[in-house]
């Protein structure tokens, strides 16, 4: 292990410099961080470089010997009760905190061990190996290639659309519920926390124990500005699916619009959001309501579920139009959205219920004496019932046949080729889901259906909602034995694999090539988004 790097944990053929990631082979790693190149589990496993702290501990980048590859390993080392002598492994407790220690220790090994039994979850890396030495407890994950979310989005002039946002965020949030039905709440979910991989999905990291989430207890809070609800800053406050919630709403927002809602904690006292005028015009109304519904500061007005945030978040802006609408003239270009009014002070709150109601009463009165002043011939009509009344009196303005057209049957035909080729209507895609009848792209229901005949009109086309085929959810594996690393990785990668490579020994097939999968065979059909392939190190030594 001379050559390995201990700054990526590639092999650097003994450089001082990494050529790969510029790490000085020269650097010390002080305590209370392990030294570099220490070993654990009787050297399973080797400690590389810190990546990052707080006060549950700290994350280092690592080797595994039996994988042959890199690994994220991370040390429980509550800060203010543990220490670590330069240059050893051994973990040191203060006097009067043993207590304490164990306590929180176990918190730890608990959650992280409910976190490892959901390793098929894609949006979390997977925990596949915890124990306990040095006197505390360390994490294994996988580690894997990618970009931090707040540089994804600076690439993209420091925001996207909902089009770009949706295939991102809801696989995500299909996650997050998943944790929560297992009793695992993140309540750190921020740009800060989350990764895009070079397969374009987000992964959520930087889990921690719910003690430095919240104000009030052992630790100083890690709290993300902007991201945490307002109930962490209080020490009373239930954190929960609500608060974790907030968090995904909050990230949502920003990825929309380029900027945080306002501290969590400031915003208890004003309940407003800010959206930008130019964005806000941009954004679909049933999305508006669900940022709305997801950053409420009362709990109890909140969205309260990612099961119900999905559906406000899928819903089609015509399910929710009055509601949205509301919501719509209440934010005032670059003014906030009052969530909360005031009551009418000095006035009875029902009097004002019966003087709304009499003022509707009043237009609709007024509405109706116009239409009868307007139209003698069909209120005679109707109240003669010896007369017949056309069916299409109705809609007496759509009676000309050559204003409508029935709707195409889009059902197996190819999304993309629809969108470009069509100027009749407007598709807009609800969702995506796996089929066992359509092949990936294509269009698997619509809304209205076939031979339904809606009106032409050129300043208003006509929408149609489609769910559109991922493929199968199972699918073949190709053959990839003797093909390039960066061949075989584009092939799976079409389709929907996110690929891992274990370095392995090999009398029989190049080194650099790869070898085969390791759990798997060509021809096999998987459903799980994570193939692990062998690729040849050369003969073994």
């Known amino acids: 292990m001379a050559q390995l790097c201990f700054g990526c944990m590639q092999n650097n053929n003994g450089e001082q410099v990494c050529p790969f990631c510029g790490f000085d082979s020269t650097s010390v ?48 080392m509550p800060a203010g009760i543990c220490g670590r002598a330069n240059g050893k492994k051994k973990v040191v ?21 409910s976190i490892a039994r959901l390793r098929e979850l894609n949006a979390i890396a997977p925990v596949f190996d915890i124990f306990e030495e040095n006197g505390v407890s360390y994490t294994v994950s996988e580690k894997y290639e990618s970009i931090p979310f707040t540089e994804y989005i600076n690439r993209r002039n420091g925001s996207i659309d909902w089009n770009t946002a949706r295939p991102l965020f809801m696989p995500l949030l299909s996650t997050l519920s998943s944790l929560h039905e297992a009793g695992i709440g993140h309540y750190a979910i921020s740009p800060d926390n989350l990764v895009v991989t070079v397969s374009g999905k987000l992964r959520l990291t930087d889990f921690a124990i719910k003690e430095i989430r919240q104000t009030g207890g052992f630790f100083d809070p890690e709290l993300m500005d902007g991201c945490a609800a307002p109930e962490q800053y209080k020490e009373i406050g239930v ?31 004003d309940g407003k959001l800010s959206i930008p005028t130019s964005v806000f015009k941009r954004l679909p109304p049933h999305i508006v309501s669900a940022l709305s519904g997801g950053l409420q500061v009362q ?39 009052n969530y909360y009014p005031r009551k009418k002070e000095g006035v009875p709150g029902f009097v004002w219920v019966i003087l709304s109601i009499l003022a509707c009463l009043l237009i609709l009165l007024g509405a109706l004496i116009f239409w009868v002043v307007n139209h003698p011939d069909q209120v005679s009509s109707f109240f003669n019932p010896k007369e017949e009344v056309a069916q299409e009196a109705e809609v007496s303005t759509v009676t000309d046949e050559s204003d409508m057209f029935p709707v195409d049957n889009l059902i197996g035909r190819r999304y993309e080729d629809v969108v470009n080729n069509s100027s009749d209507y407007i598709l807009v895609k609800k969702s995506d889901e796996y089929s066992e009848k359509y092949e990936e792209g294509l269009i698997i229901a619509q809304s209205p259906a076939e031979g339904v005949r809606v009106k032409k009109d050129p300043n208003n086309v006509p929408k149609i909602v489609v769910t559109v085929s991922l493929g199968s959810a199972e699918r073949e594996l190709p053959v990839i034995g003797g093909q390039s690393v960066e061949t075989a990785v584009k ?51």
Do not use: W
């Open 29 to 76: 790693q002080n305590a209370p961080f392990l030294p570099l190149g220490a070993e654990l589990q009787e050297g399973k496993y080797i400690i590389g470089k810190k990546l990052s702290n707080n006060a549950e501990g700290a994350k280092y980048i690592g080797y595994c010997k039996t994988m042959g590859s890199a690994v994220i390993i991370s040390e429980f």
């Open 93 to 113: 407790i203060r006097n009067g905190y043993e207590d304490q220690f164990l306590k929180l220790n176990e918190t730890y090994l608990s959650y992280y061990r």
């Open 239 to 269: 954190l929960d699916e609500s608060t974790d919630v907030y968090g995904f709403t909050a990230t949502l927002f920003y990825a929309l619009t380029g900027r945080l809602p306002e501290n969590g904690n400031v915003r208890k006292s």
């Open 299 to 337: 709990k109890l007005n909140r969205i309260s579920t990612f099961e119900e945030m999905r559906n406000q978040l899928s819903s089609a802006p015509t399910v929710k139009a009055i509601r949205t609408e509301a919501n719509r003239n209440a934010i005032q270009s670059e003014a906030a959205e």
């Open 491 to 541: 092939l799976l990668n079409s389709r929907g694999f996110i690929v891992y490579g274990i370095s392995t020994p090999s009398d029989t097939v190049e080194e650099g090539k790869v070898i085969g999968y390791k759990n798997h065979n060509a021809g096999d059909k998987e459903s799980n988004s994570s193939i692990y392939i062998t690729i040849s190190s050369g003969p073994a030594k």
